[in-house]
């Protein structure tokens, strides 16, 4: 090493690792997170498997199998099914009208923008909405019973049911499907549907052998995520059809109040149950999105 | 043409007041290969299309094979088609991109195998049947594109500019690749391309193409040296154009600002004083006096570039600026800006543009 | 293509039907309180009524709370993990999506439990500990949302280049906080924080079961004792919601793009 490099390199300091605090700034964030979002829901989890001593225990979830906590979940499920089921064939129909069915383009927007509304608009109010207009005094019902002669409630249906609630539902899970299914359906090339005509392909065997296999991934997501959405809704319940309607939200929220079960940790345990289904559907939900990504590139 | 096998009969198409193709006719043989070519927007895609049948013509008749098929679906003609954006289905594996025309034919499994095989060695990725199109490069999806259009034997192959989308060195490569598997089956191609050096170096045939209409149908060669209009002659290389005035139709000579020129009976039907552009390209003309070269004009240098092997100059001969390449010489310097030039060449290698 | 675009228009009707009855039928109904005659005696009755009142501005001052600690929170936390601790960023993005996957109902039962008079912080001891408790739990509420907002407002500004100039021209952190970044992304915050007031003015179960004065709570207590007004307050709540969207929309064609990228 020649004079110059060593006196260059006898003139840099040492060098030493700097220690980074970058972290400091999320610190607040990261307080705020675990004190109002991860801790109380870690109490929750914790709690399921806590006896009232403090002793581990899985009595808690046990109990959960008893016949009319068993029916609240499968009444839950069954809602949740229907609404989601319901929600992603009407939202899929008419997401496909706005994009690729050959509407005029004025339409997209304001559809997208009602969706957008519609998917936000849940709770109270909606159950009100369809009370006033699907119940015994609703508009729907009168104009069917005077104009058309159809009285649907001696038929048997009624606003204060399952059939009633999925009804309700519907509002916020169908503009939901089309809000997440209208990119997808965008990033259907045209020339795909142009190729597989070409090869011979009639518009039944492009949908069957091309388009849904690769919209499924969307489509059983979305499923989930419209599952998971109705499963743990409250408020539109409990408006619409009060404690009538035994589901899991409504029992929860019976539990937290008054105690209704008689045993707290039962409560704990139905709450980690919820959790155990919502996250469930969410990861299908995620881990299928990621996977039809890939393939649209 | 005796029995052309895809025919073209004045096809015209509009979208509401827009005409997009006026009056295309052509006739194309058996195993030829025709490029389109144009700039964006002449029409040269929506002429495809509707042979595709992705387009419905506002008048005329598609014929192939024969057989009228303007009224068919693209479903039913039995043609080939290779897109811009590869438009491999992403669900499917290669091999089941190959396949899929078959398989939707109803062809059992063994047949289907063994031609995606054939189809897989054609285009010589026969590693790759069970990849999916992601993992694939531009190059390659647009290779397995191409044996996707082919394996179910289609009469007649389109191309909608295949190449566009790649980079390059893969264009160059896959050209002749395309070219050479069309020559191999023998299959009537018809090729859209806005380059004209792809046009150029693969076609038989081109057809020029500008605002809808078929400006000129013909060999590389043809419409090369030999362009019908000024647009063809603009579009497909360099030209060098002078703006001139006839002075006598008979003898067929035309003053030039650098001098006059004379371009023999190619005059005819003009009259004195009539204003005519001329072109040459850039490789008619030579730099200082040439044997045997009977134009001859002056003009000044404006601009040379040293290029290393060819030295670019730019002369000014009267309002036009003539670009011309000549070759180094180690023995004598370039020429320098500003110097007085002789341009030679040929009067027949002019070209008289129309208006 | 024809025969696609008739089964188009049906779906769409079908579509519309579905979605405009309960709005027309909820606005009808809401205008029969006076027997016989249409009139706007139900929203005369609502928008009078004490309760009302006490309750909407409960909630509001409550949202206004939530978005301002809200845009407090993420707007720093975005900006720095974006910035310095880019690795933090699924971190991050995961947070603020468990909102979505734990039901509200679970996360207030958690507080009840754990912020109880017996506990370390006992939030719910007090009138005003009870609001903050709430206050936060709108927040996380509505963190998703937020968070997505800010996220992408500040993926269209170059935040890495802005603080550099800044700190080149001696600007502090709150400085630039404050002076740069904020006001480049206060449209995305603006679309948050519309999105977080409707959220907030029609949540029930949070505030039900905390015992809080809001509006969500009334609602229900109108619905389950009154007929016509219901619908008055339905009619009120769309209003507002699609109210909060459409400005959402007008204010977002002011936000700026991306910056080119150079090749």
Avoid at chain 3, 22 to 40: A, C, Q
Wanted: proline share 6%; hydrophobic share 50%; with cysteine.
């Amino acid at each position: 090493m020649n004079d110059v490099t060593a006196a260059a390199a006898a003139a840099l300091p040492a060098y030493r690792p700097k220690l980074s605090f970058a972290w400091v700034g999320v610190v607040p964030f990261v307080a705020f997170a675990f004190l109002f979002l991860i801790l109380p829901t870690l109490q929750i989890v914790t709690g399921a498997f806590r006896n009232p001593a403090g002793e581990f225990t899985l009595a808690n979830v046990a109990n959960l199998f008893q016949p009319s906590i068993l029916s609240a979940y499968w009444i839950s499920i069954r809602i949740s099914v229907a609404s989601a089921f319901l929600g992603c064939v009407v939202g899929f129909l008419l997401a496909w009208a706005i994009v690729l069915g050959g509407l005029p383009s004025w339409v997209r927007s304001p559809i997208l923008t009602f969706s957008g509304v519609a998917s936000n608009f849940a709770g109270v109010p909606l159950a009100f909405a369809f009370l006033s207009t699907f119940g015994r005094l609703g508009l729907v019902t009168l104009v069917l019973r005077d104009w058309f002669g159809i009285n649907i409630y001696a038929y048997g249906f009624n606003i204060l049911s399952f059939g009633g609630l999925t009804l309700t539902y519907l509002f916020f899970q169908i503009p939901l499907m089309v809000l997440i299914v209208t990119p997808a359906l965008d990033g259907m090339r045209r020339e795909w549907r142009e190729a597989a005509s070409i090869l011979g392909a009639s518009g039944f065997q492009y949908w069957r052998m091309v388009a849904l296999p690769i919209l499924w991934p969307t489509l059983l997501g979305t499923f989930a995520l419209l599952f998971a959405n109705a499963f743990g809704a409250v408020a539109t319940a409990y408006a619409l059809t009060g404690s009538s309607l035994s589901i899991v939200p409504i029992l929860l929220f019976a539990q937290i109040r008054g105690d209704v079960l008689q045993d707290p940790h039962l409560g704990y345990a139905l709450a980690f149950g919820m959790i155990v289904v919502t996250g469930i559907a969410n990861f299908i939900y995620i881990w299928l999105r990621t996977r039809s990504e890939r393939w649209i590139k | 043409m005796s029995d052309p096998f895809l025919s073209i009969r004045q096809v015209r198409k509009a979208f509401g007041p827009t005409v997009v193709v006026q009056e295309f006719n052509l006739d194309v043989r058996q195993g030829e290969f025709v490029s389109f070519l144009g700039p964006s927007g002449c029409g040269k895609t929506t002429m495809l299309r509707i042979v595709a049948g992705f387009e419905e013509p506002s008048a005329g008749t598609v014929n192939i094979g024969g057989r009228d098929v303007t009224a068919l679906k693209p479903n039913q003609r039995n043609i080939g088609m290779v897109f811009q954006a590869y438009a491999l289905f992403p669900n499917m594996t290669v091999a089941g991109n190959i396949g899929f025309g078959l398989k939707v034919a109803g062809k059992p499994a063994a047949e289907i195998r063994s031609r995606v095989a054939e189809m897989l060695e054609l285009i010589k990725l026969q590693e790759f049947g069970s990849r999916y199109p992601y993992q694939l490069s531009g190059g390659q999806q647009q290779r397995v594109a191409l044996a996707r259009a082919m394996a179910a034997r289609p009469q007649v192959l389109l191309l909608d500019e295949p190449l566009s989308a790649l980079d390059a060195k893969v264009r160059v490569s896959l050209r002749e690749e395309i070219r050479a598997i069309q020559k191999e089956l023998g299959i009537t191609t018809i090729f859209v391309t806005h380059d004209q050096e792809e046009a150029l170096s693969m076609s038989d045939r081109i057809v020029v193409m500008y605002n809808g209409r078929a400006e000129q149908v013909g060999t590389p060669f043809e419409i090369y040296n030999r362009p019908a209009t000024r647009f063809v002659a603009g579009f497909v290389g360099t030209l060098n154009v002078i703006e001139g005035r006839v002075t006598d139709p008979a003898a067929g000579t035309v003053s030039i600002a650098g001098g006059a020129v004379s371009v023999g009976n190619r005059l005819a039907g003009r009259k004195a004083g009539e204003a005519v552009s001329l072109a040459l390209r850039p490789e008619a003309i030579a730099l200082g006096r040439r044997e045997g070269r009977d134009g001859l004009v002056t003009g000044t240098i404006r601009e040379v570039s040293f290029l290393g092997s060819v030295i670019r100059v730019r002369v000014a001969v009267g309002e036009a600026l003539l670009s011309l390449d000549t070759f180094n010489s180690p023995a004598s310097p370039p020429p320098v800006a500003g110097e007085t030039a002789d341009i030679s060449f040929s009067s027949s290698d002019m070209l008289i543009l129309d208006r | 293509m024809k025969q696609n675009r008739f089964w188009s228009w049906i779906f769409l009707a079908i579509g519309v039907l579905y979605f405009l009855l309960p709005l027309i039928g909820t606005f009808e109904f809401s205008l029969k309180m006076r027997r016989g005659v249409y009139s706007l005696d139900a929203y005369e009755a609502v928008i009078f009524d004490p309760r009302f009142q006490a309750t909407f501005g409960y909630s509001v001052m409550m949202a206004l709370a939530t978005i301002v600690v809200g845009v407090l929170l993420v707007v720093p936390t975005a900006y720095w993990v974006r910035l310095r601790l880019p690795s933090w960023r699924p971190v991050l993005e995961f947070v603020t999506l468990l909102p979505l996957v734990i039901p509200p109902i679970v996360i207030v039962f958690g507080y009840i439990r754990l912020y109880n008079t017996s506990s370390w912080l006992p939030l719910t001891g007090t009138a005003m500990g009870t609001n903050i408790l709430l206050m936060f739990g709108y927040v996380v509420l509505s963190l998703p949302y937020m968070y997505r907002a800010i996220d992408t407002g500040l993926r269209a500004i170059d935040v890495g280049t802005l603080t550099e100039a800044a700190q080149s021209l001696g600007a502090g952190w709150i400085t630039i906080m404050w002076r740069v970044i904020l006001p480049n992304v206060f449209v995305a915050v603006l679309s948050g924080a519309f999105l977080t007031f409707a959220i907030v003015i029609g949540e029930f179960v949070l505030a039900a079961l905390l015992n809080r004065p809001a509006f969500g709570p009334y609602l229900q207590l109108i619905g389950a004792n009154r007929a016509y007004e219901p619908a008055a307050l339905a009619v009120i709540a769309f209003a507002i919601t699609w109210g909060c969207m459409a400005l959402i929309q007008v204010v977002s064609r002011f936000a700026p793009r991306p910056p080119a990228q150079p090749h």
